[in-house]
């Protein structure tokens, strides 16, 4: 049988192994936590450094990107005034004291245009072509060609300036009213029909001008591609005398052109205009200059070459 000491003795090595058990137990519990949360840890801070260098990554990427899309994206051309380059250019132009001058140019290949002037002048004979424009979309709204006198007519008032063959076509066209009618659908605003028979009195404007020769060397025009072509056959065959004009600001013979001088009864002074097409630097372009008042017919010319020289070299 057990002595009451040998039992004591059991009990106290059971409780001290009890308690080395739960000592090494609760270690190992730490323990294991501790090595777990540092895993956890090591491993959070594994993916924060990864998603700061994405991040970082991904920032200067971006940002190089919007400097590179800012590099490339093309810097806006200044816009150029060319009304004023033109006024500058008209500064050195030698106009009387009792004259006027107007111009209005226009680059068929960019579009660009340029004016200098806006009074109202006398077409004098410039007001020809318009005549003849006007009769052109008349036979077109009629389903009709022009008749061999109408074509008759039309080449000598546009080759020669005849103004009997002018005189003529303003009556078959109604006179003013048909020529304001036709420049109604042609785009003219300032162009006012001379009275009665005196189509040579017809008021217009260098901007009205252009407008007009838009219609006759333009593709969107109202007139027909053969109206067209047949009005621009003329005005490149003007008599060797009449060569002048707008004329002066192209290379050779690259023109197309219609001019107009008239006296004035009362006070002697001349008006002497110029419209049409000239080819210059392998460029074309549609120009218009009006003047009056000038002393002499002459004077004048000198004034409308000088004017269209001015206004083509705008476009360099």
Not at 46 to 59: G, K, L
Not at 195 to 203: M, N, R
Not at 252 to 271: E, F, H, I, Q, V
Request: with cysteine.
């Amino acid at each position: 049988m057990e002595s009451s000491r040998a039992r004591r003795r059991r009990r106290a090595r059971a409780r001290r192994r009890r308690s080395l058990f739960c000592t090494a137990l609760a270690a190992a519990v730490v323990a294991g936590g501790t090595a777990t949360g540092t895993v956890y840890l090591r491993e959070r801070a594994h993916a924060d450094a990864d998603a700061v260098s994405s991040a970082s990554s991904v920032t200067p990427s971006a940002s190089a990107s919007s400097s590179q899309e800012a590099s490339v994206e093309p810097a806006a051309e200044p816009s150029m005034d060319r009304d004023a380059l033109l006024k500058r250019a008209m500064a050195s132009v030698a106009v009387e004291d009792t004259a006027d001058a107007a111009v209005a140019v226009l680059s068929m290949d960019s579009g660009e245009s340029a004016a200098y002037g806006d009074g109202t002048f006398d077409t004098a004979s410039i007001v020809k072509v318009d005549i003849l424009a006007a009769l052109l979309l008349q036979a077109q709204d009629a389903g009709r060609h022009l008749t061999v006198q109408e074509k008759a007519y039309a080449t000598a008032m546009i080759e020669n300036s005849d103004n009997a063959s002018a005189s003529q076509l303003w009556t078959a066209i109604g006179g003013a009213d048909g020529l304001d009618s036709a420049n109604k659908r042609f785009g003219l605003t300032d162009t006012v029909g001379g009275e009665g028979a005196l189509w040579g009195l017809t008021q217009t404007t260098a901007a009205d001008q252009l407008t007009l020769l838009r219609q006759v060397f333009e593709d969107d025009s109202q007139l027909s591609g053969a109206s067209r072509s047949f009005l621009r056959g003329l005005m490149g065959d003007i008599a060797e005398d009449q060569r002048w004009g707008v004329s002066a600001a192209a290379d050779g013979s690259a023109w197309a052109l219609k001019n107009g001088w008239l006296a004035r009864s009362t006070t002697r002074l001349w008006d002497v205009n110029s419209i049409g097409r000239v080819t210059a630097g392998g460029r074309d372009f549609l120009v218009a200059a009006l003047s009056d008042g000038n002393s002499t017919k002459e004077k004048g010319i000198s004034v409308v070459e000088a004017a269209a020289r001015a206004a083509v070299a705008v476009f360099g």
